[in-house]
């Protein structure tokens, strides 16, 4: 049994004109007792800039700038910059996000050394329209059915599916090297595939990608398996190194008849080939019950993008109903137990 704690609402939106529609989805980075929020922080017509606040211990804030971190300032991110993750690698941190240009939107890329100021890389997903990803992956193995379910969603829409790109979001680096490469999750809907390169950006090559979606099937590390994840997955912490392997807390949704519903989720991937699940838990970590985490902007969304660990306490932290930054809590033992539980036979 894992017992979550919710701690409760930590960030909510202010008077400051960026952040007055609300604060969602932060980046956690951890330094010691500090801990550090980049926090997508949203205005007026869905225009999203990053904020950043400081914790001292897992709850209490002691520093909240008044404003934005980051800002949009370039054509692919001209209608904001969303979702971010962050993780340290060697002396740089990654800061991993999506762009939104009002019709796009795609994983990018800024890189920092002191987590105050940031150098942009731009966009590193593929940037393609469904006519050319599905030329691509159906020239290989078989893939699921709903790698083209957005397709079809678009053009009952009357969307410019042949002329949109494919979305291509929940950028989530790992904080280490593997077998000498920068390794970073994303998510083609309706699963998680895992990216490989020395070099990022300069290796994403359209070259890569061509080669990368010709062979598709071998690159998806977890599809949708139960009940609470039945629509689609996504990335959601950076993954944390244990000694059973990735500790991966993921989001899962399925379609309820209020809507999406969207369930925090944990797993564990191979130390040395993330390619390989372990285990993933059978049921949701936690899910949205709160009225904090039920109403909001989006009903009924619980959405993890960074943790903190204070002994065996893992704090997770998480945007609720699209409208504010919560916190919850469990042990790390009592986790791993679980899902050492729950293994994947495959």
């Known amino acids: 049994m894992i017992n979550v704690k919710k701690e409760g609402v930590l960030l909510e939106k202010s008077a400051l004109g960026f952040e007055h529609v609300a604060v969602i989805n932060p980046a956690v980075w951890q330094s010691g007792d500090d ?3 980049l926090y997508r922080a949203v205005r007026r017509g869905n225009f999203s800039t990053i904020g950043y606040c400081r914790l001292h211990g897992p709850l209490d804030v002691v520093q909240r700038d008044a404003v934005p971190l980051i800002i949009p300032q ?16 060697a002396d740089t941190y990654y800061l991993s996000y999506t762009a939104y240009d009002g019709i796009n939107a795609l994983g990018a890329l800024a890189v920092s ?29 078989k893939i699921n059915e709903k790698y083209f379910r957005e397709y079809r969603e678009y053009i009952v829409r009357g969307l410019p599916a042949d ?11 790992f904080p280490e090297r593997i077998d000498g490469n920068l390794a970073f999750l994303h998510r083609i809907r309706p699963g998680i595939q895992l990216v490989l390169a020395k070099d990022i950006p300069r290796d994403l090559t359209p070259e890569f990608w061509e080669q990368y979606l010709l062979h598709f099937s071998d690159q998806v590390v977890m599809e949708p398996l139960y009940p609470h994840e039945s629509s689609y997955i996504g990335g959601g912490c950076p993954p944390l190194l244990t000694d059973e392997g990735w500790l991966l807390i993921y989001h899962g949704v399925h379609d309820g008849p209020e809507g ?40 009924n969304v619980v959405f993890p993008t960074g943790t903190a660990v204070f002994g065996d ?29 729950s293994k994947i036979n495959r």
Request: glycine share 6%; aromatic share 10%; with cysteine.
């Open 35 to 37: 801990v550090h929020l």
């Open 74 to 89: 370039h054509p692919y991110e001209s209608q904001g910059m969303e979702d971010p993750r962050v993780v340290k690698i």
């Open 113 to 141: 050394n002191d987590l105050r100021n940031f150098e942009k890389k731009g966009i590193i997903v593929p940037q393609l329209c469904f006519k050319r990803f599905g030329e691509l992956v159906q020239s290989g193995l």
């Open 163 to 173: 002329t949109m790109n494919v979305w291509d979001k929940n950028i989530v680096f």
């Open 260 to 299: 999406y519903v969207y369930h925090a989720c944990a797993a564990l991937l191979d130390r040395d080939n993330p390619r390989r699940e372990i285990a993933r838990l059978p049921h949701p970590l936690f899910s949205p019950e709160a009225e904090w985490e039920k109403n909001g902007y989006v009903k």
């Open 313 to 341: 306490r893992l704090y997770i932290y998480y945007g609720a109903a699209d409208s504010r930054v919560a916190v919850a809590s469990l042990s790390m033992k009592e986790l791993l137990g679980a899902l050492l539980k």
